[in-house]
């Protein structure tokens, strides 16, 4: 018996402007892909940048806003009383103002708050009772130590006009909180 040899059926692979095309189109389906996954990436990128930009924004408007012991003359008396001056150097109104002052490391009594501040003024507010120990003069006048006036540092509170809430430091330190 004879044997023929088995050919396997011939493979038509096509011709190679097919196989270009076919390689084409995998590229730019690759490609599309790629590029979308970039452009989620930058938008993610710029959001982000955003957010932080308008956290600089409010920060520096907030910023804008200190507070410092004084000591002032009292009319008619000859005396002086330390106050606590506020100033709003910014462009707009913040409200609920609270101010605590620090001497030593050491949380006085707060100030009476200031409901609000317009935008470019200042407010004087005094000392809570029992916030600076003073004395009398012989004449029952009542005497500041200028001293203890100079080392008290006003940490402040208070919400700004789109209603973030703010507390500085009596060092100084700004930050964003309850919002």
């Known amino acids: 018996m004879l044997m023929h040899a ?3 059926p011939q493979i038509q692979w096509g011709d190679v402007p097919t196989w270009l095309g076919a390689l084409a189109t995998v590229a730019a ?7 979308v996954r970039i452009e989620i990436a930058r938008e993610g990128r710029t959001e982000a940048l955003d ?3 308008r956290a600089k924004d409010r920060a520096a408007q907030a910023m804008q806003v200190a507070a410092w012991p004084v000591i002032r003359p009292t009319v008619g008396s000859g005396g002086s009383v330390p106050r606590v001056l506020i100033r709003n150097a910014s462009t707009l109104p913040v409200y609920e103002v609270n101010a605590t002052p620090h001497r030593d490391h050491t949380q006085l009594n707060d100030c009476p708050i200031t409901d ?3 935008p470019g003024e200042d407010v004087l507010v005094g000392f809570s009772n029992g916030a600076l120990d003073y004395g009398r003069d012989g004449d029952g006048n009542d005497v500041w130590d200028p001293s203890a006036v100079r080392r008290t540092r006003i940490a402040l509170r208070f919400r700004d006009a789109a209603g973030v809430w703010w507390s500085l430091d009596a060092d100084g330190h700004l930050s964003e909180y309850g919002s």
Do not use: N
């Open 6 to 8: 088995h050919t396997p």
């Open 29 to 35: 389906v690759v490609g599309a892909f790629w590029v």
């Open 51 to 53: 957010l932080e930009r």
């Open 116 to 118: 609000f501040l317009p």
